[in-house]
């Protein structure tokens, strides 16, 4: 049993705790709800306040659309660290894995390549990348922040940071149930080949693969590549074709500019080689919103690079749920349904929105509304008519 003294200081700790989470940190809001009396983690609730105190909008059943890579497992490594969101993570994420990795300068992601497609987003640092298409045309460049590359199914290829900090990025696959451990790695084959049918291979004596590792590095570090001219090596076949080109600038592309922010756009119409995913990077500005929108082709999976956004979701049978996100959050919407994303800090918001999809599409509530004929957006809302008069027939993407 607690010694009284130690008991009074036991209960002043609770009582100190209670003190510690504000009405603000409680699902209490007017008449709605109680003070939590039992455990709870206050700083977890204050990050997701629309989870604890919802809207009084939302209603009905929507599942989880949020998941932190903070609360992902990291696989660390001498040479760097990778962290997964998965299906496994997020049931409902079934059309695109996530995985934010990082390398030192010289850490190598080896060799590989893998069953869905590879898209990336260079989050910091610099990055060489390599790879080799089917029909021999060999691929080497280096990428830094706000950069993309894309590899398409079976096209193998590596990644290795730059100095002087390495490199951290984001990999988006195309396939929800995809992981970074079901990757064919190319010391994982060699492992796994008996030495005398390499020998053959290459027509060699098989004692030149004495030494091969005997399982998988996945993440090593390694000396830092000479100067990109240096490291090119040239094929009979030809550099890669433009029109196949596996990176993008996509920070140096003109963005769309709307009230209160920007949109930038990357797909196959302007990234040829990017065929299965189509991205969007969207910054907001404070106190401004990514419209009222929805995707009619694809399923958005979504990546939180900066900032606070709160996002609400509508689904058939009138539900509805609101969620809240910070950077390196990743959000969900399924196809088709009505949602918007606010920025809900004092300083701007910037995520990405990926698609598995050959194009970006969206539809825009307003727009919609104003193309319509007033009479009847007026018999279904009872809204007046010179609002609707005003709405712009143009999409806005961030009003």
């Not at 059309?95 to 069953?115: F, S, Y």
């Not at 797909?267 to 995913?277: E, M």
Request: charge should be negative; aromatic fraction near 10%; charged fraction near 20%.
């Amino acid at each position: 049993m607690l010694n009284p003294t130690r008991r009074t200081l036991l209960a002043g700790a609770v009582a100190l705790g209670a003190t510690a989470a504000s009405a603000q940190e409680q699902p209490v809001e007017g008449k709605r709800g109680a003070p939590i009396l039992g455990p709870h983690n206050a700083a977890r609730e204050a990050q997701n306040p629309d989870i604890l105190r919802p809207p009084e909008t939302d209603s009905g059943g929507i599942p989880n659309l949020h998941f932190a890579f903070a609360d992902a497992h990291v696989k660390m490594r001498e040479g760097g660290w990778s962290r997964e969101v998965t299906q496994r993570e997020m049931p409902i994420a079934t059309t695109i894995a996530g995985v934010n990795m990082r390398l030192t300068a010289g850490g190598v992601r080896e060799l590989h390549w893998h069953k869905p497609d590879e898209w990336a987003f260079m989050l910091a640092g610099k990055a060489r990348i390599t790879a080799i298409d089917k029909d021999g045309h060999n691929f080497v460049d280096d990428v830094g922040p706000g950069d993309l590359w894309y590899f398409p199914s079976g096209i193998p290829h590596s990644i290795q940071g730059l100095s002087p900090e390495g490199t951290e990025f984001l990999l988006a696959f195309t396939d929800g149930g995809f992981s970074e451990d079901s990757t064919f790695a190319i010391t994982g084959m060699f492992a796994h080949f008996p030495p005398e049918v390499l020998a053959k291979n290459f027509m060699v004596d098989k004692k030149v693969f004495d030494d091969i590792p005997k399982h998988e590095k996945f993440i090593f570090p390694a000396a830092e590549p000479p100067s990109l001219e240096q490291d090119r090596i040239q094929s009979p076949a030809g550099p890669l074709p433009r029109d196949r080109n596996m990176s993008f600038r996509l920070m140096q592309m003109q963005p769309t500019q709307a009230p209160g922010g920007t949109v930038r756009i990357a797909d196959s119409s302007n990234f040829p080689i990017s065929t299965n995913l189509a991205a969007a990077l969207i910054e907001v500005q404070p106190g401004h919103l990514r419209e009222i929108h929805w995707h009619p082709n694809a399923d958005e999976w979504q990546y939180y690079i900066s900032g606070k956004a709160r996002m609400t979701v509508f689904a058939t049978q009138g539900a509805a749920r609101t969620f809240d996100y910070l950077a390196g959050d990743v959000g969900y919407v399924p196809l088709s349904m009505p949602h918007y994303v606010e920025n809900t800090g004092s300083d701007p918001l910037r995520f990405l929105e990926l698609f598995r999809a050959p194009h970006f599409e969206d539809i825009s509530l307003a727009q919609w509304m104003a193309l319509t004929p007033r009479n009847l957006v007026t018999a279904h809302l009872n809204l007046d008519r010179q609002f609707l008069d005003n709405i712009n027939k143009n999409k806005q993407p961030v009003v």
